[in-house]
């Protein structure tokens, strides 16, 4: 049986319980359509591998948990967009920058609740909102 180089899998995700035990399953992303048939067509019989197909692949376009904030005055730090933002849900991480030729700010805010996946998506879209 041949199997997959390791420069083939550009990410892989097991899935874990809250305590850090298996799910028993997990995703891996390959670095291209052939690594990923190789190890569709080439796996160990104990593993079933099968390719993503979202069941309705425009919500899953929709999908997103961090939000690209700019216009707001350039007094602004992290604790006033914090206390913005932060009536929509969670947020993991705000990264505030200053564009060097313009002296302008822009954020970046992620959402993230990591008891509930679709809550960081959710948050997101209620700020946009």
Do not use: Q
């Not at 809550?119 to 997101?124: M, T």
């Amino acid at each position: 049986m041949k199997e997959c180089a390791k420069d083939e899998v550009k990410s892989l995700k097991i899935s874990l319980n809250p305590d850090h035990t298996s799910r028993g399953y997990g995703f891996a992303l390959f670095a291209t359509p052939e690594g990923a048939l190789n190890a569709i067509n080439n796996h160990p019989d104990k593993f079933e591998i099968l390719p993503y197909d979202p069941k309705d692949k425009e919500d899953m376009r929709k999908l997103f948990d961090s939000i690209y904030v700019k216009n707001f005055p350039s007094t602004w730090e992290e604790a006033m967009l914090k206390s913005i933002f932060g009536k929509y849900g969670n947020i993991s991480s705000i990264k505030v920058m200053t564009a060097e030729r313009d002296e302008y700010k822009v954020a970046f805010i992620c959402f993230l609740d990591p008891n509930d996946n679709l809550a960081g998506p959710a948050a997101a879209a209620r700020a946009i909102e």
